[in-house]
Every structure is written in structure tokens, then in C-alpha cells.
């Protein structure tokens, strides 16, 4: 019986000795552990949009915001703290940490639960990448064996830069370059040790070491970590007194931080165009010409032109009900007595504005609604509209390149037009915004006050096709072939306004737009921008037109948007029916677009015009300019060539190509005819 039990014993023995063996073995054999995740590791990282100045705008991530960060980024004392507090022998243990379990297995037995982890970092790293979070014993066999593959596979190096990479850090956080970034607003080589002592504390708990929710419990792990480093001497008493005593400070930012949602949405698009797909994966660095100043300049600008137009609205409904109620205590009423109260739908009621340096052609601002929250729809690029009467410039242009000049007269006149449509017979006659016309006109005084009819002369003296072959050098789409070319029929948006209007801003050189200027991956430059222009006029010619355009700010009709201190030229447009308006217009550097109307092309209040609704944005956006860069070019150059000619009680312009008239005429102001 003795020797049976003996037996028995010594059998017990022997499978409690080979039980382990047996059950590493059927871990070993039943399982692929497959570690390429780690040894091929590509992890999703976070892209980031910076304006001109390096200023982030936005982080684009999909799931998990991340900056990557290389061995090399990552100072030596977040690794000597983090394995400091993580897991002091990590340079010797070949991936587990024996003696660490078994300290951990006699615990356990004595408490009856789990009271401490035995995890080495390389264990974390599997954990988080490798395996699930259950706690089960077959879980923890698998993760001691993928640690030790792992670490055949890699260097101690490679597995604290994944380890660094992948870990949370809280708050939304993935990598401690991100959580640097984000609690600190700074780079990892500008961390203070406090500052790397509450990154390397947070894995153990994100959420409770958090420094935005707990900013105490944080401060208290973090001066484990900075006392641990004590006592193994890796930091003296100095460095470690200073430690304890900062408090750092903590952003609470959110983790897109986007702060120009219009341009974040048009550089996705933009990169779309380039058929890159991985904009939220790929970790590109995305340099943008927008200065975010002027962004939200131009934000706050076309918001207060919208409610000032809202304000209006409601005086101009105010007074006609007041002449509704007239109306309607008159008996039998004759037609010049009819009133009709106008129905507007203001919630189509949306505008946009883009403002561009005019020597190269950057977007500086860009916004494509009144409130992006509302709409996102970006009527700055995607937008096609009637430019109306902004699109004249173009044809005077045209006439002064040919040799007219300011003081050239043009036939103010009504006439009819026959033509024919699905083969019935029509009539077209134009008339002035005004409903008069002047019989004779200087062109200067037709495009200040945006003349119609002399408009509709002029293009009939420069003849239609031979305008349109000279329109060509703007390359402005879709002109249309007959003379509703002087009404600006055709649609274009905001920003190709905008750039076809730097033929005028930048002195006959037409500039391409450009919003970014250069994408990096890596170390690796993948896109640089490259300035595209062509020559529309000369110098001269083109400074003809722009003494022209700055006498309709300063005069004309937009004069809303006149700014004291700064020459402006611009030219306002208000299509048929009052469906869109425009200000077109430009400083010594910057040409800006401003653009009101109804998304369902519907008309605006009949008493908004461009220079109404758009012109107190124009003159809001660049009251700002003045404010944020008061350095700036204020006044126009005058290009060699020019000559000044004092004609009655104004000057007119002239160059070699349009010279002055031998004899003055001087129209009769008492001529005005009316309709």
C-alpha cells in the first residue's frame, strides 16, 4: 500500500513538474503567433494642416490621433523614466520578467486575487497590439510567449518606439508625441522632466491620471515616476526637488482643433484631385498659404455683413407694411397705386468670400458660408454664379489694351434688339441699373457707374468676335457669344473671380491660385508648389484700369466699401432680378471676392445690390487688414509710362498705347435723357 502511494506521489511529481512543459507545448502548437503587426509595424497616423506661418489649422485622423515619433525624437530621459516606473530590468529580461511573476504568483496566492501585474513593457506592447484584454491564464501564456518571440525579432530600441507609438495616453491620445503635443502643446525634446514623468504614468490608467480631468492624482503618479528615478540615481537631488515642486501646465484642446473647417474640407478635396486616399492615415504634413488671421478676418467680416443685411431686411419689411396698410385704405386703387409686399426666403440667403496675395497667387482666406455649423457647402469654390457687371472690367480691359483710355466717350444709348429663338422672333432691349441713359459718356464714368448700355456700345465698337478672341488671354470659361457678354452671363465662382482678377491687381500678370504649398511624409518632400502665371496686359494698361476701378470705390458704386488709409479698386455686380452680388476688388497686395444670393437662385431683397450687400464685407475684411498688418502697402504703384492729364476737375490717365484726346469734349450734364 506504502509503495502505491509512493507511486502515486512521485507520478504527481513528476506531470506537476512536466504540467508547465505540456501546457507551453500546447500553447506553442496550437497557435500561429503571428508579430508581424509589430515587426512590420504601420500604424494609422494623424495628418496635420498648417497656414502659411506654421500655425496649425487641423488634425485629420480616422479613428485614433496619433503623431509618430522615431527613436531617435524620443529624448533619453522619457525612456529612463519610463522604464524607471514600467519595468526596471527591461535591458536584461528577455521579454518576461521571471522573478517579477513569481513575486506576483506568491502574492496572489496569499491575497486570493490578483493584487500585482508582472507585465515587462514588451508584454504591454503584445497586449495592446496582439492580443485581447481578457484576463484569462490563456492570455497571459500567450502574451509571455509572444514577448519572447518578439523580443528575437527586435531590438530593445525598435520595441519602445512601437511601445511609444502605440500606447493611450488619455484624452483621445495614441502615442506619447501626440499626448505632448496635446497636454503640452510642445514637441518631445521640449518636455520638462515633470512633463515626461506624467506622459510615462498615464498608460496605467489614461482615464484616472488623465491631467485634464485629475490634475492632482496626475501630479501624484508623476512624482512616483521622478522619485523612483531617485532612488535608482538616475536623476540627483537637484534635478529631483525642482521636479517635485513644478506644476506644469495642461491644455484641455479638442483633438481635431480645427480652426478653418472650410480649408481643412477643400485640402481633403484637393488631395482627392491628387488621388490620395490615405489623408487621415498617412501622417502627411500639409503646408497651406492660408494665414489664419485673415481667415477668421474674413470669417467675422462676412458674418457682419449678413447681419447687417438681416437688420435691413427687417426695416425695409417694417416700412412696407407700413405702405401696405396706405395701400389698403385706398378705395379702387389705380396700377401706379397696386403694392405688393415682396416674399423673401431668407434661409437661402448665404454668401462667401476669398481673398488671395496678389503677386503669387496664394489663398490667404477662404470661407464658403456665413456659418459653416449650418452649411458646409463651399460656395468659395464649388459655387458657380453670374458674376453680372464684376465681369465688365474684363471688356473695358480689352478696349483700353486696344487704345482707348478713360477719357474716351461711349454712346449711352437705348437700342432694340431682334433676334431669333426656337424659331420665334424676339427682342432684347437692355437698359442702365439707373433706368436712364446719358446720351455721351467718358468710358472712366461708364464702368464707375456700371453703364449698361454704354457697356453693350463699347462691345459693339470692339466688335463681338474680335472681343472675344482678345478675352481669351484671361481664360475665363463659358463666355457666352452674343452680347449678353456685357451683362457677365456666364457662372464662375468666387475664388476663379478672384484669380482672373489678378490680371488687374498684379499689373497684367494673371497669378493661378494655390492653397497648398507642400506636403511632406517622413522625411520626404511628396508635393511643392509651383507659381503658374501668364500675361494678360502691360503694366501701364492694366494701372489704367485700376485708377479706374479704385474712382468706383471711392465714388462709384462701391463705395460701400471704401477703408480710410488704403487705396482699394473694385467693381461691384448685381445680376438679373437680383438673384446674386458681388464686390470684386483689390489693395496694393491682396484681391479680394465677396459674393451674397440665394442657394436656389432665387432673387434677394429687390433693394440689395453687390455693393449694398457685399461691399460692407469688402470694407469690414480689409478694416481688419489694416489692424492685424498695419505695415502693409497702402498705395498703388504707378508703372513707368504714365501720364497724368488734368481734364476739368479730374485727372485722367494715359500711356503711349492710349493717349490723350487732341480735343476735349466735354459732355452736357444737362443732356441726361430719360426713359
Not at 490578483?114 to 485581447?132: D, F, M, P, R, Y
Not at 531590438?155 to 511601445?163: A, D, F, G, N, R
Not at 452649411?375 to 465681369?391: C, D, E
Request: proline share 4%; charged share 25%.
Amino acid at each position: 500500500m506504502r509503495k502505491y502511494f509512493k507511486k502515486i506521489f512521485i507520478s504527481m511529481v513528476v506531470l506537476g513538474f512536466l504540467s508547465p512543459f505540456i501546457l507551453l507545448g500546447y500553447f506553442l502548437t496550437s497557435y500561429s503567433y503571428d508579430i508581424s503587426k509589430l515587426t512590420d509595424y504601420k500604424p494609422d497616423v494623424t495628418s496635420r494642416i498648417y497656414d502659411k506661418d506654421g500655425k496649425k489649422i487641423a488634425n485629420i485622423f480616422n479613428k485614433k490621433h496619433r503623431y509618430y515619433a522615431t527613436f531617435e525624437e524620443i529624448p533619453p530621459r522619457i525612456i529612463e523614466a519610463l522604464v524607471a516606473i514600467e519595468d526596471t530590468t527591461f535591458f536584461e529580461h528577455p521579454g518576461i520578467n521571471i522573478d517579477a511573476i513569481f513575486r506576483a504568483a506568491i502574492k496572489v496566492i496569499r491575497a486570493g486575487k490578483a493584487v500585482e501585474g508582472a507585465s515587462t513593457i514588451t508584454q504591454q506592447l503584445v497586449k495592446n497590439v496582439l492580443l485581447t484584454r481578457e484576463k484569462k491564464l490563456s492570455r497571459k501564456i500567450k502574451e509571455a510567449i509572444f514577448a519572447i518571440k518578439l523580443e528575437n525579432a527586435l531590438s530593445k530600441e525598435q520595441i519602445l518606439e512601437c511601445y511609444l507609438n502605440e500606447i493611450y495616453y488619455g484624452h483621445g491620445y495614441y502615442g506619447i508625441k501626440t499626448a505632448a503635443d496635446g497636454y503640452f502643446h510642445k514637441e518631445l525634446n521640449d518636455l520638462t522632466l515633470k512633463e515626461m514623468a506624467i506622459l510615462v504614468g498615464l498608460p496605467k490608467a489614461p482615464s484616472t491620471y488623465a491631467p485634464t480631468k485629475n490634475y492632482e492624482i496626475s501630479m501624484g503618479r508623476a512624482n512616483r515616476v521622478i522619485q523612483r528615478m531617485h532612488v535608482l540615481g538616475w536623476i540627483d537631488d537637484s534635478t529631483y526637488e525642482n521636479a517635485l515642486e513644478e506644476n506644469p501646465e495642461v491644455f484641455n484642446t479638442t483633438l481635431t482643433q480645427n480652426r478653418a473647417p472650410f480649408i481643412v474640407d477643400e485640402v481633403a478635396r484637393r488631395f482627392r484631385d491628387m488621388n490620395i486616399s490615405d489623408l487621415k492615415t498617412g501622417g502627411y504634413e500639409v503646408y497651406t498659404s492660408i494665414d489664419l488671421r485673415l481667415q477668421t478676418a474674413a470669417r467675422e467680416s462676412l458674418t457682419f455683413a449678413y447681419e447687417e443685411l438681416l437688420k435691413r431686411i427687417e426695416s425695409y419689411k417694417e416700412k412696407e407694411l407700413q405702405e401696405l396698410a396706405k395701400f389698403e385704405a385706398i378705395q379702387n386703387p389705380s396700377e401706379d397705386e397696386m403694392f405688393e409686399l415682396q416674399d423673401v426666403n431668407l434661409t437661402q440667403l448665404n454668401g462667401a468670400l476669398v481673398s488671395l496675395d496678389s503677386a503669387s497667387g496664394n489663398i490667404l482666406a477662404l470661407v464658403g458660408s456665413t456659418e459653416y455649423k449650418v452649411s458646409s457647402y463651399n460656395r468659395a469654390t464649388q459655387g458657380r454664379r453670374q458674376p453680372g457687371s464684376a465681369f465688365k472690367p474684363f471688356i473695358y480691359q480689352v478696349a483700353i489694351d486696344l487704345g482707348f483710355s478713360g477719357a474716351t466717350e461711349l454712346v449711352d444709348i437705348a437700342k432694340t434688339y431682334a433676334y431669333e429663338k426656337d424659331g420665334e422672333d424676339m427682342k432684347w432691349r437692355p437698359r442702365n441699373y439707373e433706368k436712364n441713359y446719358k446720351g455721351l459718356v467718358t468710358l472712366r464714368e461708364a464702368l464707375i457707374h456700371s453703364r449698361n448700355l454704354a457697356t453693350i456700345n463699347l462691345v459693339n465698337d470692339i466688335g463681338l468676335n474680335n472681343l472675344l478672341k482678345e478675352l481669351q488671354k484671361f481664360n475665363i470659361e463659358h463666355i457666352p457669344h452674343d452680347l449678353s457678354i456685357s451683362l457677365g452671363t456666364m457662372s464662375m465662382s468666387p475664388l476663379q473671380l478672384a484669380q482672373v482678377y489678378t490680371s488687374f491687381s498684379n499689373y497684367g500678370v494673371q497669378m493661378k491660385t494655390h492653397l497648398i504649398q507642400s506636403i511632406d511624409k517622413g522625411s520626404q518632400t511628396i508635393y511643392e508648389m509651383r507659381e503658374e502665371s501668364h500675361i494678360t496686359s502691360i503694366p501701364t494698361q492694366s494701372y489704367i484700369m485700376t485708377t479706374i476701378l479704385r474712382d468706383v470705390v471711392n465714388r462709384g458704386t462701391a463705395r460701400r466699401a471704401r477703408v480710410k488709409g488704403i487705396e482699394l479698386a473694385a467693381k461691384t455686380g448685381t445680376t438679373n432680378r437680383n438673384i446674386d452680388g458681388w464686390l470684386a476688388g483689390y489693395s496694393p497686395t491682396i484681391t479680394t471676392v465677396v459674393w451674397f444670393g440665394n442657394d436656389d437662385n432665387t432673387p434677394m431683397y429687390k433693394r440689395e445690390t453687390g455693393g449694398k450687400i457685399a461691399g460692407p464685407a469688402f470694407r469690414s475684411f480689409y478694416q481688419k487688414v489694416l489692424k492685424l498688418y498695419p505695415q502693409i502697402k497702402r498705395k498703388f504703384d504707378v508703372p513707368e509710362g504714365i501720364t497724368e492729364v488734368h481734364m476739368g476737375k479730374r485727372i485722367e490717365y494715359f500711356s503711349d498705347i492710349s493717349r490723350p484726346p487732341r480735343v476735349e469734349q466735354i459732355s452736357d450734364p444737362q443732356a441726361e435723357l430719360l426713359w
